[in-house]
């Protein structure tokens, strides 16, 4: 598994530079950004991390950020840090998935314990969906098709196979995703961010 990152995003260099130093003193690898434009495009979903995330930025802000990676299908957890902050922008943050809401100036160690936090949870995350990597190609189209709501039969004749060899593939994926119905690989495919 590639090394962790801590992901900055925040349009004040100062703060960047500040929360690199203190990341990188505690041993962390970090990217830092200006932009929310400029994370996503070079952000890859593969990579491991989490983000610390400033909430006003121009053009597109923070919540925007979260909201576009959660739609992507990101289980990247997000540390949201702000000088303008308030009960309920934290109260939206937290419902819509941040794993915390801080404000700044903020204390260091109290940061840095949450970006452990953070990263534990990533990694245990990437653990729970390692089975992912396990399926062949045609497991995953299969398992594309069948959560769909696509029959065997109609799955066979889009793939151009036996309705038997949907069935003894469908029967592999649940195997190997450690689930007993379609209904909680569905729950499972939508924790791990998709195929």
Not at 23 to 46: D, I, K, N, W
Not at 76 to 81: K, M, S, T, Y
Not at 167 to 183: D, F, P, Q, V, Y
């Amino acid at each position: 598994m590639n090394q962790a990152i801590v992901y900055i995003v925040d349009d004040d260099e100062a703060v960047r530079d500040s929360l690199t130093i203190l990341c990188e003193t505690e041993g962390f690898q970090v990217e830092s950004y200006p932009s929310a434009e400029s994370f996503l495009e070079a952000f890859r979903p593969e990579r491991h991390g989490c983000l610390i995330l400033d909430v006003r930025m121009e053009r597109m802000s923070g919540p925007q950020l979260h909201a576009e990676l959660k739609r992507r299908g990101s289980a990247l957890p997000v540390i949201f840090l702000t000088g303008h902050g308030d009960i309920p922008m934290s109260v939206r943050a937290i419902k819509e998935g941040a794993l915390d809401f801080l404000t700044k100036p903020v204390d260091g160690d109290e940061l840095l314990a949450r970006i452990h936090d953070a990263l534990g949870q990533n990694r245990e995350q990437a653990e729970r969906c390692r089975w992912l990597e396990s399926l062949t190609q045609r497991e995953k189209e299969i398992m594309k098709l069948a959560i769909s709501g696509q029959p065997n039969k109609e799955i066979g004749r889009v793939l151009g196979i036996s309705h038997r060899t949907v069935e003894l593939h469908r029967s592999h994926i649940l195997r190997k995703s450690g689930c007993a119905s379609l209904l909680e690989l569905a729950q499972r495919l939508l924790e791990c961010g998709g195929a």
